[in-house]
């Protein structure tokens, strides 16, 4: 059973979310919040699997309750729901510890497969989301090109652990990668636990923004 709370300012919105998940069987709600500060302290009490992160709210908006959250060191994992073309703050909520995005208006079925992935210790964010996140906002990243021949998590790596970081930091699935460099699926599965262990990452998405603070990645052209 994934125990949820469900964080949103929109009464409707945190309504429709309860009664899609309370018709899984696996899912269980277990509060609601409506603005961050409500959502910290409803965190630190109930614990919950997976907290459902709006990120415009009154108050203390989602990415503050996001670092806070994360930093108090407790089990709970965040998935952020945003609205893609207005919320512009998406890659700070990510840095605060977020395991994860998905837009709004994603179908029920992703929804609930994100919060399933993101209970068991995997990141949700779909490539080509990846992609346009990173270059809509990339002039925002820290960019420290000058430092990745000196970063010793990086020189930890082996060459075709580089290589899967830099993948990685280009969005792509652990099936592209399989096809890319030849590989098995499970063998890649092994490379990027590893890669995620030796640079200090929470899940894949910590790895994207290393892989672009280290100027490993870049926003496609165009």
């Known amino acids: 059973m994934t125990t949820v709370l469900i964080v949103d300012d929109q009464q409707l919105q945190r309504y429709g979310f309860r009664l899609l998940l309370e018709s899984i069987p696996e899912t269980d709600v277990v509060g609601e919040a ?16 997976v907290v459902l992160m709006d990120v415009r709210m009154p108050g203390m908006d989602g990415i503050e309750a996001t670092r806070r959250i994360i930093a108090s060191g407790g089990r709970s994992r965040v998935l952020v729901l945003t609205t893609f073309d207005v919320d512009e703050y998406v890659h700070d909520a990510l840095r605060a ?5 998905l837009l709004k208006d994603a179908r029920p079925d992703e ?30 990243l820290r960019h420290r090109t000058a430092d990745a021949a000196e970063d010793p998590q990086l020189a930890s790596l082996t060459d075709r652990e580089r290589e899967i970081l830099v993948a990685i930091g280009k969005g792509w699935t652990n099936g592209e990668i399989a096809d890319r460099f030849v590989l098995s699926e499970s063998t890649v599965k092994t490379h990027v636990g590893r890669v995620l262990a030796k640079i200090g990452a929470r899940d894949r998405i910590q790895a994207v923004i290393f892989a672009y603070d280290l100027g490993l990645a870049r926003p496609s052209p165009g």
């Open 111 to 140: 929804l609930l497969a994100g919060i399933r992935a993101v209970a068991h210790g995997d990141a949700v964010i779909a490539p080509a989301l990846t992609r346009r996140l990173l270059d809509e906002f990339t002039h925002q």
């Open 97 to 101: 510890g977020a395991s994860g995005f």
């Open 34 to 49: 409506a603005h961050g500060a409500e959502a910290v302290r409803m965190t630190a009490d109930l614990r919950p699997d």
